[in-house]
């Protein structure tokens, strides 16, 4: 009897007809709001364990093959992204080794190592020096891996000690650090 009253008396149908659109709006809202961020959800814990990053100070990286090291590179900074496999890196110094000896030593301010290709790319300021002394400078030296030859781009400078420097724009440095030439137009100067 005093739910029929209730109900019978306008003012408080009202009230509860506006307190069943209430909670009717509400449950909709959140049940439409757990579809719609279900997705994203998703994609965040997708990312989060596939697309992992480091940030390192301190970093080395090398490779080896058959127990023999090939190359090492430390720079003060590094950052590892997986989803494209290249780890960024500043201020670097670094070793070519050949016969489990160092056969050229390498400095740059920048550079990246791309682990899927097996390749290293030093750019600002880059110095390589090999054991015999000859030393190249250039804006970019691409390393492709023990089988591919070194390559120099961008105001190069090769300084046979005593002998020549040899000025260029592209250079092409035997994978063993055993020769080297220029190509394009170059400028020689020969010590007396």
């Known amino acids: 009897m005093a739910l029929k009253k209730i109900l019978t008396d306008k003012k408080n149908l009202a009230y509860i007809i506006l307190l ?6 509400c449950s909709w809202a959140f049940i439409s709001a757990g579809i719609i961020t279900k997705s994203f959800k998703n994609k965040i814990i997708d990312q989060t364990y596939q697309n992992k990053e480091a940030n ?3 970093l080395l990286v090398t490779e080896t093959k058959d ?5 090492e590179l430390f720079a003060d900074k590094g950052m590892y992204n997986d989803a494209d496999n290249v780890v960024l890196l500043e201020s670097i110094i670094g070793n070519f080794y050949d016969e489990k000896a160092v056969k ?3 400095k740059a301010d920048k550079g990246t190592y791309n682990a899927t290709k097996k390749e290293i790319i030093l750019y600002d300021n880059v110095l390589l020096v090999y054991t015999d002394g000859t030393n190249i ?6 390393y492709g891996g023990k089988d591919k030859d070194i390559v120099a781009l961008g105001n190069i400078r090769i300084e046979k000690p005593n002998e020549a420097v040899i000025f260029g724009v592209k250079g092409i440095l035997k994978n063993d650090f055993s ?5 394009g137009r170059t400028k020689t100067q020969f010590y007396m």
């Open 20 to 25: 069943l659109i209430i909670i009717i709006a």
């Open 56 to 58: 390192i100070e301190s």
């Open 67 to 71: 127990g023999e090291k090939l190359w």
């Open 104 to 106: 050229a030593s390498i």
């Open 137 to 142: 400078s250039a804006d970019k030296i691409i």
């Open 179 to 183: 020769d080297f030439h220029i190509e």
